[in-house]
């Protein structure tokens, strides 16, 4: 095993890594659409093994995120400290995001920080493929991670979802599809407004809508069965 503590720095991390680099694994990565360019075909469980071994250290974090290695960015997310993470840092890293891999494993962090109520309009908006995804896989982040979060607050991102329920964008309309499911399974008062918006999108003229609602359907109906009565056409605020 290897001597790595919190103590340890960025610099010793990485080599760390690199003595771990598997061509093997790498190939296999490369299937599941994560980019490889930089990577050393570490396995996500082996991943976070290490970071809990090195504990959190923001500090740190930041270095292994300059490096652009794809397991030191991972790293970086899993012990990076969300109350220290600065708004300009997020977009820092976000405006560098080139795979849905990172973008989804950084998305949890950028909600537990605290500044999700102004990224994630912000990175809708923004027509960068990866950068819009960050928006929504944060939005599927907060729908289950925030559980005290007034519901209104998660109902809210409704809205941003059925604006950009046409980018075609594979990653992008994917994410759009993880966060109108994950909100509609938040719970019943959430439920009722995402079905309702998955129906409206389902019988869409325009291809990727249809897609998004169908298959948000598809889970909801899976779950949940018929929706409860008077579902159905409650969440026209969307």
């Not at 980019?35 to 504990?55: E, F, H, N, P, Y």
């Not at 899993?78 to 989804?104: G, Q």
């Not at 990224?119 to 809708?124: S, V, Y």
């Not at 439920?191 to 998004?212: C, F, G, H, Q, Y």
């Amino acid at each position: 095993m290897s001597d790595l503590n919190p103590a340890s720095n960025a610099a010793e991390v990485i080599v760390y890594l690199q003595s771990l680099r598997n061509a093997t694994n790498i190939a296999g990565m490369a299937r599941f659409g994560i980019v490889t360019d930089t990577a050393l075909g570490i396995s996500t469980d082996d991943m976070r093994k290490i970071a809990r071994l090195i504990k959190k250290d923001h500090a740190r974090a930041l270095d292994l995120w300059q490096s652009g290695i794809r397991e030191a960015r991972l790293l970086a997310a899993f012990t990076a400290e969300p109350w220290k993470l600065s708004m300009d840092e997020a977009r820092d890293w976000a405006a560098s995001f080139n795979s849905w891999e990172i973008v989804d494993s950084v998305a949890d962090l950028f909600v537990q920080s605290g500044h999700w109520p102004v990224l994630i309009p912000e990175f809708a908006a923004d027509e960068r493929e990866f950068v819009r995804r960050t928006a929504f896989s944060m939005m599927a982040w907060a729908a289950v991670h925030l559980k005290k979060e007034p519901d209104a607050h998660i109902l809210a991102f409704l809205p941003l979802i059925e604006r950009h329920a046409t980018d075609q964008r594979n990653f992008v309309k994917k994410a759009v599809n993880w966060a109108l499911r994950q909100i509609g399974k938040r719970n019943l008062e959430c439920r009722a407004p995402a079905w309702a918006l998955a129906e409206k999108l389902a019988v869409s003229a325009d291809r990727t809508e249809r897609w998004i609602g169908k298959d948000a359907l598809r889970e909801f109906e899976k779950k949940f069965g018929a929706p409860l009565k008077g579902d159905r056409g409650q969440s026209d605020r969307a």
